[in-house]
């Protein structure tokens, strides 16, 4: 089945440092991946998403590439800010189960985002 | 007005009681799913429905029994609830890539 992994965290960092957050996947077929974000107290945005292979997404200044021959979505910021400071989820979306006919996004676990002035 | 709402956004209740926990959208998507997220786990899914008379078991679905009682409306049920299913639920809807998520039910089971 599908599954998604990413970086145990927290992940503490410093204003204007460079972040990277890892994400690999196991998939069958073509899936499309997303980084979702959660603020404390808040349901989930999508941050970004890519649809297919070498396609970047990209928004508030997070990049993410779909690499098929790494099976990776590595998230990057190049200058954080302490409003950035939260859990960023990894998905991706496609078949849940090797049956097919089932739907939904599978998650990682969630890495939690610290910020620092 | 938010696009994906749940009620209650808080809610304490003791062992063996029924729970019903509701969602409603508006924005016209046919594909409704819940989830449960618990600290360290991430988000699984529990059931998800494409349309009124879809229906379908997710990842985790014991003990839980939903309701599509319009495509805008989509509830969540625990028959007689149990302590481990303690965690924060999320309501999302689907224009078929995307999901959409409301701000979440934070359930205590004492």
């Known amino acids: 089945g599908n599954s998604v992994t990413q970086m145990e965290g927290p992940v503490t960092l410093s204003e204007e440092a460079f972040l990277t957050i890892n994400c690999t996947y196991t998939a069958t077929g073509y899936p499309s991946l997303f980084w979702y974000v959660q603020y404390p107290g808040e349901g989930l945005q999508l941050l970004l998403k890519?649809?297919?292979?070498?396609d970047k997404g990209s928004n508030k200044g997070f990049e993410a590439t779909y690499r098929k021959e790494t099976t990776s979505f590595h998230l990057e910021k190049g200058s954080v800010q302490v409003s950035d400071s939260a859990v960023y989820f990894c998905a991706l979306s496609g078949p849940m189960y090797s049956g097919g006919g089932a739907d939904g996004l599978t998650f990682g676990k969630g890495t939690h985002l610290i910020i620092q002035p | 007005d938010a696009d994906v709402t749940q009620t209650p956004r808080n809610r304490i209740t003791k062992t063996g009681k029924r729970i019903m926990l509701e969602c409603s959208q508006t924005k016209g998507h046919d594909r409704m799913y819940w989830y449960r997220q618990d600290p360290g786990l991430g988000l699984r899914l529990i059931y998800y429905s494409f349309d009124v008379k879809d229906i379908n078991k997710g990842e985790i679905s014991d003990g839980y029994s939903v309701s599509r009682q319009a495509q805008a409306k989509f509830s969540l049920s625990l028959e007689s609830a149990i302590p481990n299913q303690t965690a924060l639920y999320f309501c999302?809807?689907?224009?078929?890539?995307?999901?959409?998520f409301g701000p979440g039910t934070r359930l205590t089971v004492t």
């Open positions: 890519a649809t297919k292979a070498d």
């Open positions: 999302a809807t689907s224009d078929g890539d995307e999901q959409y």
